[in-house]
């Protein structure tokens, strides 16, 4: 039982475009959600996160929009960059400061040039 | 520089035989993971821990085997029940109680073939 899904494996967007990153979750109890961001052969490093308290969390180039009556959550990266190239995770728990994190599919973004 | 040591990077096994995963961090975290990554299916949680000597078996705990006799190891045992071992091992940590934003530190990762 997948209780986030990230439905898309890849996305290609030119470089300097909008990169949206979509992520869908089952469990309406999530009320904190996070993006990672991992590189070949790397851990996932901490991107950014909302509470669901929130409905949108700005930082830098990305931002981050929660709609929790679609349990949906998407992340913007606005100019997309070649550095940006990864693959992006979505994560839920259910109480900020909790254990246990459940990890989406991931999605492949490839910026091109 | 703090941070999280996992090693080896590589690792070939033999079927059947068990095989350890080392994870050192030195940020002072309370809390430990283990996850694992397989392709199309994100990361999923084996083991975890929020205090010594103390662990608590995640989604996918079969087959493997944990200890935290000091706060900065948790090491991990793939043994010979795990039926699917190849796969990309990642230790996490994190900070416990008021401190703690729900932030995992992850490190490099390892590698297991089983061949």
């Known amino acids: 039982d997948q209780q986030v899904k990230q439905n898309s494996p890849s996305l290609s967007v030119q470089e300097g475009r909008i990169s949206i990153l979509n992520c869908d979750y089952t469990n309406s109890m999530f009320d904190y959600f996070l993006w990672y961001k991992k590189y070949p052969a790397e851990g996932p490093t901490f991107l950014i996160s909302i509470s669901s308290i929130k409905d949108k969390n700005e930082d830098g180039r990305f931002t981050v929009f929660l709609n929790k009556s679609a349990k949906h959550l998407s992340l913007h990266i606005v100019p997309s960059q070649p550095g940006d190239s990864a693959v992006y995770f979505c994560?839920?728990?259910?109480?900020?400061?909790?254990?246990?994190?459940?990890f989406g599919q991931g999605t492949r973004l490839t910026i091109n040039p | 520089d703090g941070g999280i040591t996992q090693s080896p990077k590589y690792l070939f096994r033999k079927e059947g035989q068990n095989v350890t995963l080392s994870c050192e961090q030195n940020?002072?975290?309370?809390?430990m993971y283990w996850y694992r990554q397989d392709p199309g299916q994100g990361l999923r949680l084996i083991y975890y821990?929020?205090?010594?000597?103390?662990?608590q078996k995640g989604d996918i705990a079969e087959g493997y085997s944990v200890s935290r006799e000091k706060k900065e190891s948790f090491p991990l045992t793939v043994t010979s029940a795990q039926k699917n071992p190849t796969a990309f091992y990642l230790c996490a940590s994190s900070r416990t109680g008021p401190a703690n934003t729900g932030e995992l530190f992850f490190g490099e990762g390892s590698r297991l073939t089983v061949l």
């Open positions: 994560a839920a728990t259910l109480i900020q400061g909790a254990q246990k994190l459940v």
């Open positions: 821990s929020q205090i010594v000597n103390d662990f």
């Open positions: 940020l002072n975290h309370d809390a």
